[in-house]
Antibody, heavy 121, light 113 residues
Framework: EVQVVESGGDLVQPGGSLKLSCATS????????IHWFRQASGKGLEWVSR??????????TYAASVRGRFTISRDTSKSTAYLQMNSLKTEDTAVYYC????????????WGRGTLVTVSS | DIVMTQSPDSLTVSLGERATINCKSG????????????LAWYQQKPGQPPKLLFY???TRESGVPDRFSASGSGTDFTLTISSLQAEDVAVYYC?????????FGQGTTVELK
C-alpha cells in the first residue's frame, strides 16, 4: 500500500526555522519526484517546491515566494523527503502537503494528509 | 506559470440535480507525444486533504462514484456530478501538471440548495 505521511509542523515565531518530513512507502521512491504544496486557512492550493527523481539528478525548484528561504531535499535510503524552512513569515502559515508524482504510476499523484505550520509571535 | 481558471466560483444545486464545473488553462496541457492531458480534479472537504478524483483529464480514480465524470482536452475541461448527493458538498479544484510546476484553479464551492 502506498503511503505518504508528513510530519514536523509546529508553532514557530517569525524569523524562525522548521523542518518538515515526508515519509513514503509502497513505491519506488527514487523514481518519483516529490512536491510540497501548501494551503492557508480558507484559501486555495499553492505549489511550494519540487525535488526531482534520479532521472533529473534530483533537481530542486521553488515558488518565488519561498525561494532563498526554503530548501527541499530527499534521502533515498529512508524514502523520505524534507522541506527546511528558514526565515519564516506569518504568511507561511498553512497546512503543508507532500505529494509524489510518477508519470508511469496509477494514479500518478499520491498525497499525504498534511501538517500544520503556524508562524506567529 | 500556467494559469488555471475555474467557473463558476460557487454552485448551489438541489439533491439529485446535475452540477457542472468548468476549468480553463492558459495554454494547452495536452502532451502530443503521449496524447495525454496533464489535468487532474480534486475534491476537498473541510479539514481534509484534497482527494484525487480524476487524472489524465478523464481517468477516474479507484473508488470514485460513477456519478462523477470528467472530460475535455487541450485547454477546456469539465467535471460533472450527474446526481448530486449530500456527501458531494465540497470545494473542487482542477490542477495542471504539464508546466514546470503544478498550478491549480481557484476552486469551486458546491453547496446544497
Amino acid at each position: 500500500e502506498v503511503q505518504v505521511v508528513e510530519s514536523g509542523g509546529d508553532l514557530v515565531q517569525p524569523g524562525g526555522s522548521l523542518k518538515l518530513s515526508c515519509a513514503t512507502s509502497g513505491f519506488t521512491f527514487s523514481d518519483s519526484p516529490i512536491h510540497w504544496f501548501r494551503q492557508a486557512s480558507g484559501k486555495g492550493l499553492e505549489w511550494v517546491s519540487r525535488v526531482g527523481s534520479k532521472a533529473d539528478s534530483y533537481a530542486a525548484t521553488y515558488a518565488a515566494s519561498v525561494r532563498g528561504r526554503f530548501t527541499i531535499s530527499r534521502d533515498t535510503s529512508k524514502s523520505t523527503a524534507y522541506l527546511q524552512m528558514n526565515s519564516l513569515k506569518t504568511e507561511d502559515t498553512a497546512v503543508y502537503y507532500c505529494a509524489s508524482y510518477s508519470l508511469h504510476s496509477t494514479p500518478p499523484w499520491r498525497w499525504g494528509r498534511g501538517t500544520l505550520v503556524t508562524v506567529s509571535s | 506559470d500556467i494559469v488555471m481558471t475555474q467557473s463558476p466560483d460557487s454552485l448551489t444545486v438541489s439533491l439529485g440535480e446535475r452540477a457542472t464545473i468548468n476549468c480553463k488553462s492558459g495554454q494547452s496541457v495536452l502532451y502530443s507525444s503521449n496524447n495525454k492531458n496533464y489535468l487532474a480534479w480534486y475534491q476537498q472537504k473541510p479539514g481534509q486533504p484534497p482527494k484525487l478524483l480524476f487524472y489524465w483529464a478523464s481517468t477516474r480514480e479507484s473508488g470514485v462514484p460513477d456519478r462523477f465524470s470528467a472530460s475535455g482536452s487541450g485547454t477546456d475541461f469539465t467535471l460533472t456530478i450527474s446526481s448530486l448527493q449530500a456527501e458531494d458538498v465540497a470545494v473542487y479544484y482542477c490542477q495542471q501538471y504539464y508546466g514546470p510546476h503544478p498550478t491549480f484553479g481557484q476552486g469551486t464551492t458546491v453547496e446544497l440548495k
